[in-house]
Nanobody
Framework: QVQLVESGGGLVQPGGSLRLSCAAS????????MAWYRQAPGKQRELVAT???????NYADTVKGRFTISRDNAKDTVYLQMNSLNPEDTAVYYC???????????WGQGTQVTVSS
């Protein structure tokens, strides 16, 4: 069973940056969409950013201009560069891949991002 493994989370001061990575433990064929979600304490999980196989990106309004999603298809890896972080960005961040037909969703275990002074 292929798993997704996130890394790069941690504690950062307001205004700082972090880069999250998410890699598959094995080969996943026909990845259509790679995405990042986050879930803050007491809140529902929300979509942060997506990238299609064609490179099209989509961002939540709350992170536009601050976060950048990118992918390395050869490594089945997706990244999330997060700049100008603020305390409202504090959450557990999850990566997900949607692949194949019919589609299968793969999820990581999550990585904690805490923005605090």
């Amino acid at each position: 069973q292929v798993q997704l493994v996130e890394s790069g989370g941690g504690l950062v001061q307001p205004g700082g940056s972090l880069r999250l990575s998410c890699a598959a433990s094995g080969r996943i064929f026909s990845i259509n969409v790679m995405a990042w979600y986050r879930q803050a304490p007491g809140k529902q999980r929300e979509l942060v950013a997506t990238m299609s196989s064609s490179g099209r990106t989509n961002y939540a309004d709350t992170v536009k201009g601050r976060f950048t999603i990118s992918r390395d298809n050869a490594k089945d890896t997706v990244y999330l560069q997060m700049n100008s972080l603020n305390p409202e960005d504090t959450a557990v961040y999850y990566c997900t891949f949607r692949a194949g037909v019919p589609s299968t969703d793969y999820w990581g275990q999550g990585t904690q991002v805490t923005v605090s002074s």
